[in-house]
């Protein structure tokens, strides 16, 4: 209890001082002193739970205020600020400290002079493997001073895409965008088509899907595949005018959206051999598929040391909770840019509702014409993934590294790239126990991806100690990261 000093030197409690005052009394007999005493605790003991139960319902009424805005504004919760700022944080892009895109050639670089060679190029894989290989195939055609004809594209690989250049890219803008650094013509010359040729199979660097270095390239070389795949490769004016629409339409609904790459697709379980979670059906369905596709060359995998290393998309369920751990609520609109997912999608939607495909907000008239043309609505997922306000892929693949890359150049928006290795030691706490979900989770997620969301950095090199062709394999792809060549901080935006 707080006491205080009289004049006289003796000692009150401040709680009979106050109430003396609001209560004076006259001095009664000693016999009546007992009922004096118990009067005063009495009162004492209303005026206490009077003030106790008008604090308490004030903030059970700010509380309410919380979680149903409709009240009248004069219960505002003073904690509602604060919460919105936390919300608004797990959508708001890294600071880019002044950087800019910067693409235009050195004072040194010099306009395409022609020659007499020609180049012709057939791209294999899928959409963005092509497009990584053309942009390549660009900067070659410049070092060798010969004229590119139009690449032909890929229709023998695992999506069967009979798709030719004009159905996914603008190939007037690609000739014309160009045409300061590079020849380009739509077919090679009819005299020329039976002269015997120099073939090239190139080797892809770094275990990715690039043709050329990531590194020690001179700067206007790279400079000219940044040109090459993020403003001439422009999709084709349908793609393009359908895409933008889609975007449209997930921003009516709530206004901010996360695309998620979910690479939980069978194609990509089955290559990598990753099966956790999966049934015993589902995991041989997987392993009859790896086998009998003749052009993967690894047939048995273990897919427990797989995931271990961290080598395996998220699963549905991993990413509801890595999603929750991160801050977003259950309302969030979550875009799956991707093919059609495997299994467990619901273990993604019990804790997610507004899960949304490209089905789901385009008409079937609208996707008639990209049916069976898995390279164009690839091309639909890139434009929702660019203009998304945070881009999640679940697995280091040619979609999510062009798409990091592209997204750095346009001013480093939020992409927060998820620590697989890391993340599984902290999914197999939970799954035995050693873990519950709530505050400990979130603070082990959001510390352990504090620098994975896209803020600037300069492109990765190899880590030290690996030496010969295994540096280039460790190396980070010049398309994932394009910084410091394609992204600068000079006065002249270019």
Same mark, same amino acid.
């Given at each position: 209890?707080?006491?205080?000093?009289?004049?006289?030197?003796?000692?009150?409690?401040?709680?009979?001082s106050?109430f003396?005052?609001?209560?004076?009394?006259?001095?009664?007999?000693?016999?009546?002193?007992?009922?004096?005493?118990i009067?005063?605790?009495?009162?004492?003991?209303?005026?206490?739970?009077?003030?106790?139960?008008?604090?308490?319902?004030?903030?059970?009424?700010?509380?309410?205020?919380?979680?149903?805005?409709?009240?009248?504004?004069?219960?505002?919760?003073?904690?509602?600020?604060?919460?919105?700022?936390?919300?608004?944080k797990?959508?708001e892009?890294?600071?880019?400290?002044?950087?800019?895109?910067?693409?235009?050639?050195?004072?040194?670089?010099?306009?395409?002079?022609?020659?007499d060679?020609?180049?012709?190029v057939?791209?294999?894989?899928?959409?963005?493997?092509?497009?990584?290989?053309i942009? $390549?195939?660009?900067?070659?055609?410049?070092?060798?001073?010969?004229?590119?004809?139009?690449?032909?594209?890929?229709?023998?690989?695992?999506?069967?895409?009979?798709?030719?250049?004009? $159905?996914?890219?603008?190939?007037?803008?690609?000739?014309?965008?160009?045409?300061?650094?590079?020849?380009?013509?739509?077919k090679?010359?009819?005299?020329?088509?039976?002269?015997?040729?120099?073939?090239?199979h190139?080797? %892809?660097?770094?275990?990715? $899907?690039?043709?050329?270095?990531?590194n020690?390239?001179?700067?206007?070389?790279?400079?000219?595949?940044?040109?090459?795949?993020?403003?001439?490769?422009?999709?084709?004016?349908?793609?393009?005018?359908?895409?933008?629409?889609?975007?449209?339409?997930?921003?009516?609904?709530g206004?901010?959206?996360?695309?998620?790459?979910?690479?939980?697709?069978?194609?990509?379980?089955?290559?990598?051999?990753?099966?956790?979670?999966?049934?015993?059906?589902?995991s041989?369905?997987l392993?009859?598929?790896?086998?009998?596709?003749?052009?993967?060359?690894?047939?048995?995998i273990?897919?427990?040391?797989?995931?271990?290393?961290?080598?395996?998309?998220l699963?549905p369920k991993?990413?509801?909770?890595?999603?929750?751990?991160?801050?977003?609520?259950?309302?969030?609109?979550?875009?799956?840019?991707?093919g059609?997912?495997?299994?467990?999608?619901? $273990?993604?939607? %019990?804790?997610?509702?507004?899960?949304?495909?490209?089905?789901?907000?385009?008409?079937?008239?609208?996707?008639?014409?990209?049916?069976?043309?898995?390279?164009?609505?690839?091309a639909?997922?890139?434009?929702?993934?660019?203009?998304?306000?945070?881009?999640?892929?679940?697995?280091?693949?040619?979609?999510?590294?062009?798409?990091?890359?592209?997204r750095?150049?346009?001013?480093?928006?939020?992409t927060?790239?998820?620590?697989?290795?890391?993340?599984?030691?902290?999914?197999?706490?939970?799954?035995?126990?050693?873990?519950?979900?709530g505050?400990?989770?979130?603070?082990?997620?959001?510390?352990?991806?504090?620098?994975?969301?896209?803020?600037?950095?300069?492109?990765?090199?190899?880590p030290?100690?690996?030496?010969?062709?295994?540096?280039?394999?460790?190396?980070?792809?010049?398309?994932?990261?394009?910084?410091?060549?394609?992204?600068?901080r000079?006065?002249?935006?270019?």
């Amino acid at each position: 209890m707080v006491t205080t000093t009289t004049r006289g030197g003796g000692r009150t409690s401040s709680s009979s001082s106050l109430f003396s005052k609001l209560f004076p009394l006259k001095k009664a007999a000693s016999s009546s002193s007992t009922t004096i005493i118990i009067l005063r605790f009495f009162i004492l003991l209303i005026l206490f739970i009077f003030i106790f139960n008008f604090y308490t319902t004030r903030h059970i009424l700010e509380d309410h205020q919380y979680l149903h805005p409709n009240l009248p504004q004069h219960f505002v919760s003073h904690q509602a600020p604060k919460q919105q700022l936390k919300l608004e944080k797990l959508w708001e892009a890294p600071f880019s400290d002044g950087l800019h895109s910067c693409l235009k050639p050195t004072s040194n670089y010099q306009a395409f002079q022609g020659g007499d060679h020609y180049i012709t190029v057939r791209s294999n894989g899928g959409l963005n493997q092509m497009r990584t290989g053309i942009a $390549d195939m660009v900067a070659v055609a410049r070092m060798m001073n010969a004229t590119l004809v139009i690449p032909e594209l890929d229709k023998r690989s695992f999506w069967q895409d009979k798709s030719i250049f004009s $159905d996914i890219f603008d190939e007037d803008h690609f000739i014309n965008s160009l045409k300061q650094d590079v020849r380009i013509i739509k077919k090679l010359p009819q005299e020329l088509v039976s002269v015997p040729r120099a073939r090239k199979h190139f080797t %892809s660097w770094g275990g990715l $899907d690039s043709r050329l270095a990531n590194n020690d390239l001179p700067l206007d070389i790279q400079r000219l595949r940044c040109r090459a795949l993020y403003h001439a490769l422009r999709f084709s004016p349908s793609i393009e005018t359908l895409g933008k629409k889609l975007v449209e339409r997930l921003r009516s609904r709530g206004g901010r959206y996360i695309s998620l790459h979910l690479r939980y697709e069978k194609d990509m379980l089955a290559f990598s051999g990753c099966t956790y979670g999966l049934s015993d059906s589902e995991s041989e369905e997987l392993r009859l598929l790896r086998e009998n596709t003749n052009h993967w060359k690894v047939k048995k995998i273990n897919s427990t040391e797989q995931r271990i290393a961290g080598l395996c998309p998220l699963t549905p369920k991993e990413v509801g909770i890595f999603l929750q751990a991160l801050g977003y609520p259950p309302s969030t609109i979550v875009y799956v840019a991707a093919g059609e997912i495997y299994a467990h999608l619901s $273990d993604l939607t %019990s804790r997610f509702p507004n899960v949304l495909f490209k089905e789901m907000i385009a008409t079937e008239e609208e996707l008639r014409v990209y049916s069976n043309h898995a390279s164009q609505t690839a091309a639909l997922d890139y434009i929702i993934s660019l203009e998304s306000d945070v881009f999640i892929p679940t697995h280091s693949g040619n979609m999510a590294r062009a798409v990091e890359g592209h997204r750095r150049l346009l001013g480093h928006r939020k992409t927060i790239t998820p620590d697989r290795k890391g993340l599984v030691e902290i999914f197999d706490k939970l799954e035995s126990g050693k873990l519950k979900e709530g505050v400990s989770l979130q603070h082990l997620v959001k510390r352990l991806h504090q620098k994975r969301q896209g803020a600037p950095r300069k492109r990765e090199g190899a880590p030290d100690g690996i030496r010969g062709r295994a540096r280039f394999k460790a190396e980070e792809s010049f398309y994932q990261n394009p910084y410091p060549e394609c992204i600068c901080r000079s006065k002249h935006r270019t």
